[in-house]
Structures are given as structure tokens and as C-alpha cells.
């Protein structure tokens, strides 16, 4: 079946501008996690949505990111004024409802911020 | 608040020999465990889970794992390495009955020599 769908796979942009970045979640997960990974700080949790709940925003580190997620599936993370440490591999993974179902990762967006 | 050490950034292994990836995690409640694999320009792909129940575990590719809870660790296990295992491996770390994110080992890279 299809997997976690991530977009653009590779994103470059100019220090200053804002992105989004998209991720289409395995149907029927109901928990979608953002992730970001960097060279120098390994794997890093940005933000958690679970069904209807409020998310856990507790991972973003400025304000300058935030995220949504549209009718319990897409999900779009913003990053607004890019600077050059955002660039990173942002990693998006989705879960069955239930503590114990593994997270399943997208193939990531890779963006570059010149 | 929980931790995961990942011994060895770098491991090579000549073919057909066996494979070790360490892991040892700290967690304050029971913890579920997982490894999973990254190919080059890809995402994570789940090998294994613990989460509850026999504590020697079979994944994907001919990989197991045991958790020795009095060693607070997760370490992962070949017998006999392929060339087609050469990837970066991760070790991670979630709350037993919580869905939060997991938390990340800083990940082990994987050579297989011929």
C-alpha cells in the first residue's frame, strides 16, 4: 500500500522566505509527527498531531515554524523567514492509533537555504 | 526524560561476519524500543519494535534484537552481514502507554567490506 508521501523532495530557497512543506499520511493513521534532521543535532521531534487533540508544539524551536494538520490527514509545516540553520532534512511519520504501533517515515523533504 | 546511546558512530564489517550496533537508552517509566534503517536520500524504515512480551525480538532482513532491561539496552544483531545492509541504523526510545515522540540515538553507520 502507499506509503508516507512527503513534497517537494528537495527544496532550495532564498534566506528570508517563507516555506511549506507537505506531508500526506497512511491512510487511517491517526498520529502524525514532524521531525527534522540536521548534521548536527541527529533526529530532533518538531511537533505531534493525534486525531482532534490540541498538538504538541513542544519540539518547534522558534516561533517561526508552526504547522497544521487539515481534516485529520494532510499536514503542512511552515517555516516563515527562513534562515540558513533551517536547512535540514524535515522528516514527517504517521502511526495507527495506539502507543505500541511503530511510526512509518516519509522519504523527507531535504531543504537548502542559500 | 529519556536518552538513547548509540556506541559507535561508525561500524564496519567484512562480509558474511556478524553484525553488533549497540544501544542503551535511559528512561524514567518502561520503555518501547525500536530500530530502524536509513538508505542514502531516504526515510526510516522500521526493522524492529519491543514493546511488550518476549524480549528477543525478529525484524525485517534477518536482524534481531534483545532487550536486557537490567542492562538498559537494545542491541541489535546480524549473524552474517550483506553488502546490501551498508546503511545508517537508529536506535529510538518512546514511553510505554504514551504516544509521544520517540527520541533518538545519534545513529551508527554501517560498512560492509568485501
Known amino acids: 500500500g502507499a506509503g508516507v508521501s512527503q513534497s517537494p523532495s528537495n527544496k532550495v530557497t532564498e534566506k528570508g522566505k517563507d516555506v511549506e512543506l507537505r506531508c500526506d499520511p497512511i491512510?487511517?493513521?491517526?498520529?502524525l509527527y514532524w521531525y527534522r534532521q540536521s548534521l548536527g543535532q541527529g533526529l530532533e521531534f518538531l511537533i505531534y498531531f493525534q486525531g482532534n487533540s490540541a498538538p504538541d508544539k513542544s519540539g518547534l524551536p522558534s516561533d517561526r515554524f508552526s504547522a497544521e494538520r487539515t481534516g485529520g490527514s494532510v499536514s503542512t509545516l511552515t517555516i516563515q523567514r527562513t534562515q540558513q540553520e533551517d536547512s535540514a532534512v524535515y522528516l514527517c511519520?504517521?502511526?495507527?492509533?495506539?502507543?505500541?504501533?511503530?511510526?512509518?517515515f516519509g522519504d523527507g523533504t531535504r531543504l537548502s537555504i542559500l | 526524560a529519556q536518552s538513547v546511546t548509540q556506541l559507535g558512530s561508525h561500524v564496519s564489517v567484512s562480509e558474511g561476519a556478524l553484525v553488533l550496533l549497540r544501544c542503551n537508552y535511559s528512561s524514567s517509566v518502561p520503555p518501547y524500543l525500536f530500530w530502524y534503517v536509513q538508505y542514502p536520500n531516504q526515510g526510516l524504515q522500521l526493522l524492529l519494535k519491543?514493546?511488550?512480551?518476549?524480549?528477543l525480538v525478529k525484524g525485517i532482513n534477518g536482524f534481531e534484537a534483545e532487550f536486557k532491561k537490567s542492562e538498559t539496552s537494545f542491541h541489535l544483531t546480524k549473524p552474517s552481514a550483506h553488502m546490501s545492509d551498508a546503511a545508517e541504523y537508529f536506535c529510538a526510545v518512546s514511553e510505554a502507554g504514551s504516544a509521544r515522540q520517540l527520541t533518538f540515538g545519534s545513529g551508527t553507520q554501517l560498512t560492509v567490506l568485501p
Open positions: 519491543y514493546t511488550t512480551g518476549a524480549t
Open positions: 511519520a504517521s502511526r495507527l492509533s495506539g502507543s505500541n504501533q511503530p511510526q512509518h
Open positions: 491512510s487511517g493513521h491517526t498520529a
